[in-house]
């Protein structure tokens, strides 16, 4: 078990050198082992894209199979991409600001989507696989294949996509690592990418996610930290907004959306008591309750307000 102070500090190591996003790659792939994704995380991946589209049945307008989707954050796999792929939507844009994106982690996901799926409702299996041999080719086979368009890198804040192009707008477990400052300028982009009757769609995670790799500490261990001392533990690789749910719910309606549905992973009585005895930056103590600090994450559904 690696100490999370040890790994912000590998972090800011990969985040300062020229090959940073390779090494944290290698990390993942041979040392700590979480990619590709076991299938106990492929199963969360999955009913992940499923609490999405339920969200566009329950309140949007446009049929699965016209919907334009739009996601930032695609990460290494597409998990999220491929398993709408096979949950029927057909045209997507999927941008990210690095190029992570590996081709041995995308054909593991669709082997998981055709052994895993084998027995569910799901509306198509993949059947192709990408080859080494394809060279870059293989991201222009994406979307021949698959309805899927990457670009890569591409800033969100100022996608150059046509406005008024995208029907659904889905992030998952992305929006905690950026900045509340360009969370406004994707969020702006965002509206200018909406059809009429859009609707965005965000699971987002609040928990230090130092405690994922650190047993040691908890959901809540960034909270005990000043701005300036954080920034030590908080290298871009690895970045962690420490936003609060309110604090969202805040920023979207600031940029002009309506929360239509919003479902919370709440605190358990054990986390209540933690935070009550903990020792919080004032700045945590000061301006939220301690049921506001203590959720663990959110599906937030938005649309542009009237």
């Given at each position: 078990?690696?100490?999370?102070?040890?790994?912000?500090?590998?972090?800011?190591?990969?985040?300062?050198?020229?090959?940073?996003?390779?090494?944290?790659?290698?990390?993942?792939?041979?040392?700590?082992?979480?990619?590709?994704?076991?299938?106990?995380?492929?199963?969360?991946?999955?009913?992940?894209?499923?609490?999405?589209?339920?969200?566009?049945?329950?309140?949007?307008?446009?049929?699965?199979?016209?919907?334009?989707?739009?996601?930032f954050g695609a990460g290494f796999e597409l998990g999220i991409p491929l398993s709408f792929y096979?949950?029927?939507?057909?045209?997507?844009?999927?941008?990210?600001?690095?190029?992570?994106?590996?081709?041995?982690?995308?054909?593991?996901?669709?082997?998981?989507?055709?052994?895993?799926?084998?027995?569910?409702?799901?509306?198509?299996?993949?059947?192709?696989?990408?080859?080494?041999?394809?060279?870059?080719?293989?991201?222009?086979?994406?979307?021949?294949?698959?309805?899927?368009?990457?670009?890569?890198?591409?800033?969100?804040?100022?996608?150059?996509?046509?406005?008024?192009?995208?029907?659904?707008?889905?992030?998952?477990?992305?929006?905690?690592?950026?900045?509340?400052?360009?969370?406004?300028?994707?969020?702006?982009?965002?509206?200018?990418?909406?059809?009429?009757?859009?609707?965005?769609?965000?699971?987002?995670?609040?928990?230090?996610?130092?405690?994922?790799?650190?047993?040691?500490?908890?959901?809540?261990?960034?909270?005990?930290?000043?701005?300036?001392?954080?920034?030590?533990?908080?290298?871009?690789?690895?970045?962690?907004?420490?936003?609060?749910?309110?604090?969202?719910?805040?920023?979207?309606?600031?940029?002009?959306?309506?929360?239509?549905?919003?479902?919370?992973?709440?605190?358990?009585?054990?986390?209540?008591?933690?935070?009550?005895?903990?020792?919080?930056?004032?700045?945590?103590?000061?301006?939220?309750?301690?049921?506001?600090?203590?959720?663990?994450?959110?599906?937030?559904?938005?649309?542009?307000?009237?």
């Amino acid at each position: 078990m690696i100490h999370w102070r040890g790994k912000a500090a590998l972090m800011h190591v990969f985040s300062m050198a020229p090959l940073g996003k390779d090494l944290h790659y290698f990390t993942q792939r041979r040392i700590t082992r979480s990619l590709p994704s076991s299938d106990e995380k492929f199963v969360e991946i999955l009913n992940q894209a499923r609490k999405h589209l339920e969200a566009l049945h329950r309140h949007g307008t446009t049929n699965l199979e016209e919907a334009h989707f739009y996601e930032f954050g695609a990460g290494f796999e597409l998990g999220i991409p491929l398993s709408f792929y096979t949950l029927g939507v057909t045209s997507q844009v999927i941008v990210d600001i690095r190029r992570l994106l590996r081709i041995e982690l995308v054909n593991e996901i669709l082997r998981k989507l055709r052994r895993m799926t084998s027995g569910i409702a799901v509306r198509r299996s993949p059947e192709r696989f990408f080859e080494t041999e394809h060279g870059d080719r293989w991201i222009d086979l994406l979307q021949e294949w698959y309805g899927i368009r990457y670009l890569a890198p591409c800033d969100a804040r100022n996608t150059g996509l046509e406005p008024a192009s995208i029907d659904f707008v889905t992030s998952t477990n992305t929006l905690e690592h950026i900045p509340a400052e360009d969370i406004r300028l994707i969020l702006k982009e965002c509206r200018r990418l909406f059809k009429k009757g859009g609707l965005m769609s965000f699971i987002i995670d609040y928990q230090d996610h130092y405690s994922y790799a650190d047993r040691r500490i908890t959901a809540y261990n960034f909270l005990k930290y000043s701005d300036s001392l954080w920034k030590w533990y908080n290298p871009s690789i690895y970045y962690q907004n420490r936003l609060r749910h309110k604090d969202y719910i805040s920023l979207f309606q600031e940029a002009g959306f309506e929360v239509i549905e919003e479902n919370l992973a709440r605190p358990s009585e054990v986390d209540l008591v933690h935070l009550e005895r903990a020792r919080l930056w004032p700045r945590f103590q000061e301006n939220y309750t301690i049921s506001e600090l203590a959720v663990r994450g959110a599906h937030v559904v938005v649309r542009a307000a009237a």
